[in-house]
Nanobody, 125 residues
Framework: QVQLVESGGGLVQPGGSLRLSCAASGGIFSINAMGWYRQAPGKERELVAHITSGGNTNYADSVKGRFTISRDNAKKAVYLQMNSLRPEDTAVYYC???????????????????WGQGTLCTVSS
């Protein structure tokens, strides 16, 4: 069973930084795209940042220039470096991965979308 486990959330003051990590484990042949989403209280889940298997990235306008997504394919991990944090960045952050569980699925481009359990990031003075 494929699992994603996030870490790195916590409480930080405005202007501070946090680094989130997400590691995948289980029956994985390969991972396609990976991403970070967030959900603030009373709001819908939104995309924060996305990275393809080739390393191409895209970001929500609200975090451009402040957040950086990266991945380590050998470790099956994705990271989110968050700088210049604002109170409006407060949310539960979820990582997401498109996982191929076999060579057959990889060739057929049939991936399993897997979500982490979420990690709370609170920006407050």
């Amino acid at each position: 069973q494929v699992q994603l486990v996030e870490s790195g959330g916590g409480l930080v003051q405005p202007g501070g930084s946090l680094r989130l990590s997400c590691a995948a484990s289980g029956g994985i042949f390969s991972i396609n795209a990976m991403g970070w989403y967030r959900q603030a209280p009373g709001k819908e889940r939104e995309l924060v940042a996305h990275i393809t298997s080739g390393g191409n990235t895209n970001y929500a306008d609200s975090v451009k220039g402040r957040f950086t997504i990266s991945r380590d394919n050998a470790k099956k991990a994705v990271y989110l470096q968050m700088n210049s944090l604002r109170p409006e960045d407060t949310a539960v952050y979820y990582c997401d991965a498109e996982v191929y569980t076999s060579y057959t699925d990889y060739v057929g481009r049939r991936y399993l979308e897997v979500w982490g359990q979420g990690t709370l990031c609170t920006v407050s003075s």
